[in-house]
């Protein structure tokens, strides 16, 4: 059974960037036509895809965040990584890591990340 869990901080400053890991456990992120995605929901509206990273290490971001955001895997720690620059209020939200052959097949629990000062 694959499981997803997001760590990371819980609240960061304007202006700096939030970093956010998800391990992925019972298979490998280099499992042939995987795809492994961030997903956020700010307060009070739906999700919002931000990005993925594929079994073969290429990335997709979305256009409205592509210029902040960069997505990373380390495939020892079977980790996968987002980073946001540049944050501000409206980039707090709950923050979900998923993945499968049909890309969100698996969550994570997700993880509440507060920007202010």
């Known amino acids: 059974q694959v499981q997803l869990q997001e760590s990371g901080p819980g609240l960061v400053k304007p202006s700096q960037t939030l970093s956010l890991t998800c391990t992925v456990s019972?298979?490998?992120?280099?499992?042939?036509?995987?795809?492994w995605s961030w997903i956020r929901q700010p307060p009070g509206k739906g999700l919002e895809w931000a990005g993925a990273i594929t079994y073969g290490g290429t990335t997709y971001y979305s256009p409205s965040l592509k210029s902040r955001t960069s997505i990373s895997r380390d495939t020892s720690k079977n980790q996968f990584t987002l980073q946001l620059n540049s944050v501000t209020p409206e980039d707090t939200a709950v923050y979900y890591c998923?993945?499968?052959?049909?890309?969100?097949?698996?969550w994570g629990q997700g993880t509440q990340v507060t920007v202010s000062s």
């Open positions: 998923a993945g499968g052959r049909r890309w969100y097949d698996y």
């Open positions: 019972g298979d490998s992120i280099t499992t042939n036509a995987y795809y």
